[in-house]
């Protein structure tokens, strides 16, 4: 007995690493076919060069999910500079992880060499801020290891498209029968190695519709503060990926299930907290998933400036409380909110331009006499601000027959149009005008109320 087992610990038995579950094409039906060609063309190519090639990650959870993947991930025993040598078309990129972008027409297929699972230590690659969390991450290690360093278990399956086969070593398969989204290893160290997992997790959740299974769920709450040692642009991205995914509405919902929202978006909460700012936050989310849904772009310019809109509301009465002509008043209230989200997460320029320029616009679609009308139809971003005064009247903060006054507006004819137009002076008109400086005659200084009060009465 015992020299049976001494025989067994010599000849390595007792140390292999844990084995892959493989799973067979008749157990889970994903064909070669349905993966993008250019993941096949990655994959093959390497493995005609005797490199070890998989799809991984999302793409095979998606798959298995019935759903179609958004973009494919392969990885490989092949350093970065064997796969950049093998396709012309490639790139390497990444400082935390150096991985290599394959090009094939407008697809990319990203290529990443297997990771190691060492101890963070700095003279083996792997470097750590003081709360654990990993700087930059190139040991190489084999296909266990790797698959032992993803995040959840459903987004550690390998799919081989030669022998269509599904290699799975934490068990994702059951996992996902289970509709359970369970971390590998243990999950406050797996948190706060990478902050940005707890992220992940709530958006996972709601776009596979998986549970969080308890164990990765309970700690979220308490380590969410390490999101702030994130770098911005890390979070936003991922924020980005949250709010484009076809489930945003969902996805926000887990956020502040999770306690998680504070770190990406601080004034969320008291923006929901009034009826009217929940409901136009929950349309722009619906009309933002419906239109990811149906293929179409959407503008984050746009969702952000929903998700932040009462608050400008907001800050925009207590500026003019204090005394500040409406138009400027407005225009402080967007600096005052776009500072405070940048206190946690600054917005990116390109998207606080659009976000602005929707705001600015919006007493402008109060004003239905006059000039004023048309030159707003001639605004390049008028389209924009349109659907932004719909959601307006949709959360009820804006009559709906203002909207509905615009959407006839831009339809008429010439001769239709000036029949609209509404007659008179537009109440408050002349006591503007005696309030506006003399001499100012930029935007700033064409003052007009906020919509919050005269939304129903024009
Ligand atoms: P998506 O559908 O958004 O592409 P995904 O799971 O594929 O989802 P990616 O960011 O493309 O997300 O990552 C690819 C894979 O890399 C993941 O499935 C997971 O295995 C691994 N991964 C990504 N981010 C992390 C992370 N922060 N920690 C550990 N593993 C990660
Ligand atoms: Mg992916």
């Not at 059951?174 to 997790?201: C, K, N, Q, S, T």
């Not at 929950?282 to 310019?301: E, F, N």
Request: charged share 30%; net charge positive; aromatic share 8%.
């Amino acid at each position: 007995m015992i020299t049976r087992f001494l025989g067994r610990v010599f000849s390595g038995q007792l140390f292999k690493p844990p084995q892959p579950k493989i799973i067979p094409f008749g157990r889970h039906g994903i064909a070669r076919d349905s993966i993008s060609a250019c993941a096949l063309r990655v994959t093959q190519t390497l493995q005609h060069h005797e490199f070890s090639a998989f799809v991984v990650g999302g793409a095979v959870r998606d798959l298995l999910l019935g759903g179609r993947p958004k973009d494919y991930d392969v990885a490989t025993d092949a350093t970065p500079e064997e796969v950049r040598a093998l396709f012309r078309r490639s790139r390497v990129i990444g400082r935390r992880f150096r991985i290599v972008h394959v090009m094939c027409g407008p697809e990319i297929v990203e290529v990443s060499t297997f990771r190691g699972a060492n101890p963070a230590d700095e003279s083996d690659g792997r470097v750590a801020d003081e709360h654990g969390r990993i700087l930059r991450d190139n040991v190489f290690g084999t296909q266990e290891q790797d698959a032992t360093r993803r995040d959840f278990s459903i987004n550690a399956l390998f799919y081989d498209p030669a022998t269509q086969e599904i290699w799975d070593y934490h068990d994702g398969v059951a996992d996902l029968r289970r509709r359970r989204l369970r971390m590998i290893g243990e999950p406050e160290a797996r948190y706060r190695e990478d902050p940005v997992r707890m992220l992940r997790a709530a958006r996972l959740a709601a776009s596979t519709g998986l549970e969080i299974d308890p164990r990765a769920r309970k700690p979220i709450r308490r380590l969410a503060p390490l999101l702030a040692n994130v770098p911005a642009a890390r979070l936003m991205d991922e924020l980005l990926k949250l709010l484009l995914s076809g489930h945003a509405a969902d996805g926000i919902a887990h956020l502040r299930r999770e306690g998680l929202q504070h770190g990406v978006l601080p004034l969320l909460d008291r923006v929901m907290s009034e009826r009217a700012g929940e409901r136009l936050v929950a349309a722009a989310l619906k009309a933002t998933d419906q239109r990811v849904l149906a293929g179409k772009p959407v503008s984050p310019g746009f969702l952000f400036a929903s998700l932040l809109w009462r608050e400008v509301l907001a800050a925009w009465k207590r500026f003019e409380e204090k005394g500040e002509p409406a138009v400027p008043a407005l225009y402080s209230a967007m600096d005052h909110v776009l500072k405070r989200q940048a206190e946690k997460l600054p917005i990116h320029n390109r998207f606080t331009a659009d976000m602005k320029e929707i705001w600015a616009m919006q007493p402008r679609f109060l004003h239905r006499s006059g000039k004023r009308p048309y030159r707003l139809l001639q605004h390049p971003r008028f389209r924009a601000g349109y659907d932004f005064l719909l959601l307006r009247c949709e959360s009820g903060e804006v009559e709906s027959a203002i909207g509905e006054w615009w959407e006839r507006f831009q339809n008429a004819g010439e001769a239709a149009r000036s029949q609209m137009l509404v007659q008179g002076a537009e109440p408050g008109r002349r006591r503007r005008r005696r309030r506006r400086p003399r001499g100012r005659n930029d935007e700033r200084g064409k003052s007009e109320k906020p919509a919050s009060t005269r939304g129903t009465n024009s």
